[in-house]
């Protein structure tokens, strides 16, 4: 079982930057795959960005640039430094954590760009 808490978000101005944490607790991280998803209201949830056990990460086309995922296997914690922040990065982001027979998500935490 792995337990997901997402930290981070907030109200912030267009170009402005968060970064988002997720602390992951419950089982061994560094074998786990780690992503960051996103739900506006009245669409469906989309893949941000993850970054897979070895270190290697993955970018949608929407952020790439803007967004760096990264992850701190010694605290068990992954990151999304969100920069040059737009209003339609408004979403509520979810932390995600899987692998082969496992998927488990965190609660969320809501981004909002707006001036």
């Known amino acids: 079982q792995v337990q997901l808490v997402e930290s981070g978000g907030g109200l912030v101005q267009p170009g402005g930057s968060l970064r988002l944490s997720c602390a992951a607790s419950?089982?061994?991280?560094?074998?786990?795959?780690m992503g960051w998803y996103r739900q506006a209201p009245g669409k469906q949830r989309e893949a941000v960005a993850y970054i897979t056990s070895g270190g290697n990460p993955y970018y949608d086309d929407s952020v790439k640039g803007r967004f760096a995922i990264s992850r701190n296997n010694a605290k068990n914690t992954v990151y999304l430094q969100m920069n040059s922040l737009a209003p339609e990065d408004t979403a509520v982001y979810y932390c995600?954590?899987?692998?082969?027979?496992?998927?488990?998500w965190g609660q969320g935490t809501q981004v909002t760009v707006s001036s």
């Open positions: 995600r954590s899987w692998r082969s027979g496992d998927d488990y």
């Open positions: 419950g089982s061994i991280f560094t074998f786990y795959h």
